[in-house]
Nanobody, 115 residues
């Protein structure tokens, strides 16, 4: 069983920054893909950013140029650096990882963007 634990969420003013972390219970180079998703109240969960095993990254159009996904293999940790945050970025952010054994999710971390 793989466990993913997110942290780093919180309250930030518009224009501010946060860095989310996702600690994995196994070596993350075993994941073919890792990703961040988010879900705002009343909305469907949406893909924010992905990073493949070869370090190729992709972003939702709404966060391009503001967010950066990265990983530290030595620390088995996935990150999401979020800058120039907007109220529309608020929601619960989930870490996701895909391995040959299946797809795994974290419990989520809340991001609130408000003045």
């Amino acid at each position: 069983q793989v466990q993913l634990v997110e942290s780093g969420g919180g309250l930030v003013q518009p224009g501010g920054s946060l860095r989310l972390s996702c600690a994995a219970s196994r070596m993350i180079f075993g994941f073919s893909t890792m990703a961040w998703y988010r879900q705002a109240p009343g909305k469907q969960r949406e893909l924010v950013a992905t990073i493949a095993s070869g370090s190729t990254t992709n972003y939702a159009d709404s966060v391009k140029g503001r967010f950066a996904i990265s990983r530290d293999i030595a620390r088995n940790t996935l990150y999401l650096e979020m800058n120039s945050l907007k109220p529309d970025d608020a929601g619960i952010y989930y870490c996701n990882g895909v391995t040959i054994y299946g797809e795994f999710w974290g419990q989520g971390t809340q991001v609130t963007v408000s003045s």
